[in-house]
Nanobody, 123 residues
Framework: QVQLVESGGGSVQAGGSLRLSCAAS????????MAWFRQAPGKERQGVAA???????IYADSVKGRFTISRDNAKNILYLQMNSLQPEDTAMYYC?????????????????WGQGTQVTVSS
């Protein structure tokens, strides 16, 4: 059984930075696709960034150039470095994992989910 635990959320002012971490317990090998999603109140959960099993990084257009996803397979940790944060980035951020990577930013492709960590950006 895979469990995911996010940390690193918080409140920052616009233009600030945060780094989210997702610690995975259970087996998460390099064949797993891992991703970050976010969900703002009243909105659908949307993919933010994915680190594919092939070693590629995929980003939503809204975060390209500002966010960086990385993974440490030896430690089973996924990171999301978020720079130049804006109020529209305010959301609950979730870590997700799936065996295989057919739709890297599609929430339906992921079986395992963390509980989320809140990110709030004030103007």
């Amino acid at each position: 059984q895979v469990q995911l635990v996010e940390s690193g959320g918080g409140s920052v002012q616009a233009g600030g930075s945060l780094r989210l971490s997702c610690a995975a317990s259970g087996y998460i090998g390099s064949s797993y696709c891992m991703a970050w999603f976010r969900q703002a109140p009243g909105k659908e959960r949307q993919g933010v960034a994915a680190a594919t099993s092939a070693g590629a990084s995929i980003y939503a257009d809204s975060v390209k150039g500002r966010f960086t996803i990385s993974r440490d397979n030896a430690k089973n940790i996924l990171y999301l470095q978020m720079n130049s944060l804006q109020p529209e980035d305010t959301a609950m951020y979730y870590c997700a994992a799936a065996l295989g990577c057919v739709f890297p930013l599609g929430k339906g492709a992921y079986r395992y989910w963390g509980q989320g960590t809140q990110v709030t950006v004030s103007s």
